[in-house]
């Protein structure tokens, strides 16, 4: 059985977290960036530990802040920046560190606080890592050196090394217990509160998404692999004489400023110049005068450290260039996060109404325990909305011509009345003479009457499906049997032969559209192998199983489809 499109509760809730999440960050991102308010990683942290914890009074799934940080992690390559992995990796670390702390000490306050400051302590960490993992080692040094000079010179007498990096540590631990008590009382607020019926918003924030360059990029593994490639020999270098590096490093650089326009974008910018001129000239100051080695060697260690840190910086945004490849996205498919693109496509969808939805600043300064109420009840609407959709189940039998689709339909269809399964619908019967195929009728499953729909001719004024010519009161049975299905209280409607007439919009194609915004009517259609893909697209399922003949016997498929049904029924 083969389950393509089904996503369970706990990954549509995370969807919407994530998303709202990733709303965030975007639309207040955008104005402190703007506006360059200093800490604004951590302002925008400690409203994520905000949203998290206050979400979890009303959704106490297990390992919601995890999967919320991974859709709002991928969801930030939305952004036109050349640097996604650092921001990516900070959100993901975020819900994980919160998600390990409920998990040790419950959703306690005790468990809430050390994740806030976990999470928000993450950002002092990631930074720290970043500088090492750019310019290697010797930043520590350059780090150690200068700070025993301040020490001599201020005559201070004892050791101020880890002085700078404690008093950090601190802030942050006051900003996460901060954050996570507030998201303790907004949640009991809003647990206390009544749901807000909220009428959703559309228009000109919707801007802010729209902005996003789409170009299709020719993706390639094998540019993938050589990048890794790259960066590696490119670091390996870094040991052997400066004209080697330098030259190798600049070719580098030169093939990904050409392929990739992440590249371009990340050498443009004043702050990365400004950091490799500080670097090299801190670098000269530290080793010549604070360790007695001339200037060459100085500024040769400088200048080490700034084409590692090129080679870091750019080598990461070129791999985030490649990592959009669809064959890439395909492989999760397949493994533990399959749900993942799933949930993806929700966030996606809704993102450009959540976006909208945000007040502006100034009502979110005024009050942001009401302005936090609404994105929740939002959610919770948005929750009931999902999984209201997705309780409808589509069955598509797959098969070859003549591989018995609707001979299966007819056993079903017995099996339905057998188990008080309440269905209707319509199956194709085939018009046999003398051994040949003449044409086909329409069955309506709850009368059992008859309609010519197909038939063997030539006229040049009906309309042909292959050799056969389409009778009109065929398809106004057909019709009129599907409408009856959509107006009356059935729990499984069946259509046989859906195929290239329904994707052009024609026979039953309305009616499929009725019946799937009925929610929670479950469909079966039958349809032949090579017009699933056509279906697929033209409706695009919430959660539908294909099930091919050729793959499974009758009573596999009928076992798999009443089971499904039934518990449906049973919730």
């Known amino acids: 059985m083969n389950n393509k499109n089904n996503i369970s509760e706990k990954w549509i809730k995370a969807s919407i977290i994530g998303t709202i999440w990733a709303a965030s960050e975007i639309v207040l991102g955008s104005f402190f960036h703007n506006l360059k308010i200093p800490f604004t990683s951590n302002i925008l942290t400690g409203i994520a530990i905000v949203i998290l914890i206050s979400i979890s009074y009303k959704w106490t799934d297990r390992g919601l802040?995890?999967?919320?940080?991974?859709?709002?992690?991928?969801?930030?390559?939305?952004?036109?920046?050349?640097?996604?992995?650092?921001?990516?990796?900070?959100?993901?670390?975020?819900?994980?560190?919160?998600?390990?702390?409920?998990?040790?000490?419950?959703?306690?306050?005790?468990?809430?606080?050390?994740?806030?400051?976990?999470?928000?302590?993450?950002?002092l960490f990631q930074k720290i890592i970043n500088y090492i993992i750019f310019y290697g080692s010797n930043i520590i040094e350059i780090y150690k050196n200068l700070l025993k000079f301040a020490q001599k010179q201020l005559n201070i007498q004892f050791d101020i090394v880890w002085l700078p990096i404690l008093l950090l540590l601190l802030i942050y631990i006051i900003l996460g217990i901060i954050s996570a008590i507030i998201g303790i009382k907004v949640g009991r607020k809003v647990l206390l509160q009544p749901?807000?019926?909220?009428?959703?918003?559309?228009?000109?924030?919707?801007?802010?998404?729209?902005?996003?360059?789409k170009s299709e990029f020719n993706y390639s593994l094998t540019w993938l692999f050589s990048n890794i490639l790259l960066i590696v020999v490119s670091l390996i270098s870094l040991n052997f004489d400066i004209l080697y590096w330098s030259i190798f490093i600049t070719i580098v650089v030169a093939i990904w400023v050409f392929r990739y326009k992440r590249a371009m974008r990340q050498l443009l910018r004043p702050k990365?110049?400004?950091?490799?001129?500080?670097?090299?000239?801190?670098?000269?100051?530290?080793?010549?005068?604070?360790?007695?080695?001339?200037?060459?060697?100085?500024?040769?260690?400088?200048?080490?450290?700034?084409?590692?840190?090129?080679?870091?910086?750019?080598?990461?945004?070129?791999?985030?260039?490649?990592?959009?490849?669809?064959?890439?996205?395909?492989?999760?498919?397949?493994?533990?996060?399959?749900?993942l693109p799933l949930a993806l496509e929700l966030s996606f969808e809704s993102l450009p109404v959540m976006v909208a939805n945000i007040p502006d600043i100034k009502t979110i300064i005024r009050n942001p325990v009401s302005v936090l109420h609404q994105l929740i009840s939002e959610a919770e609407q948005k929750f009931d909305k999902y999984k209201n959709d997705i309780s409808q189940k589509v069955f598509i039998i797959s098969g070859a011509v003549d591989e018995g689709k609707t001979t299966a339909i007819r056993k079903l269809i017995d099996v339905f009345k057998e188990n008080n399964i309440k269905s209707a619908g319509i199956y194709s019967l085939k018009i046999i003479e003398n051994n040949l195929i003449v044409g086909y009728d329409i069955v309506d499953i709850i009368t059992g009457a008859k309609t010519p729909f197909l038939r063997l001719g030539n006229s040049e004024y009906t309309d042909r499906i292959g050799k056969f010519e389409i009778i009109n009161e065929g398809i106004k049975a057909g019709q009129q049997a599907l409408y009856l299905a959509e107006t009356s209280d059935f729990e499984i409607v069946v259509i046989d032969e859906v195929g290239l007439l329904e994707t052009e919009g024609k026979a039953w194609s309305d009616n499929i559209t009725h019946l799937i915004k009925l929610s929670k009517v479950n469909l079966i259609l039958?349809?032949?192998?090579?017009?699933?893909?056509?279906?697929?697209?033209?409706?695009?399922?919430?959660?539908y199983y294909e099930l091919n003949l050729s793959k499974s016997d009758f009573d596999n498929i009928k076992n798999f489809i009443v089971d499904k049904i039934i518990i449906d029924k049973d919730k």
Not at 95 to 117: E, N, T, Y
């Open 65 to 123: 802040f995890w999967r919320a940080g991974l859709i709002c992690a991928v969801m930030k390559t939305m952004s036109p920046s050349a640097v996604i992995f650092g921001p990516m990796i900070a959100i993901f670390s975020e819900a994980v560190l919160l998600d390990i702390s409920i998990r040790l000490f419950g959703r306690s306050i005790l468990g809430f606080v050390l994740g806030g400051i976990l999470a928000m302590s993450w950002n």
């Open 195 to 213: 749901k807000k019926q909220l009428n959703p918003k559309t228009g000109k924030n919707n801007i802010l998404l729209q902005n996003k360059i």
């Open 272 to 339: 990365f110049w400004i950091f490799f001129i500080v670097i090299t000239m801190l670098t000269a100051f530290v080793f010549t005068k604070l360790q007695s080695k001339t200037l060459y060697d100085g500024l040769l260690i400088g200048l080490q450290m700034n084409f590692r840190a090129i080679i870091i910086i750019l080598g990461f945004s070129v791999l985030g260039t490649e990592l959009y490849n669809p064959r890439i996205r395909t492989f999760f498919m397949k493994t533990y996060f399959k749900q």
């Open 526 to 543: 039958t349809v032949r192998n090579t017009n699933v893909e056509k279906v697929l697209q033209k409706w695009n399922f919430k959660a």
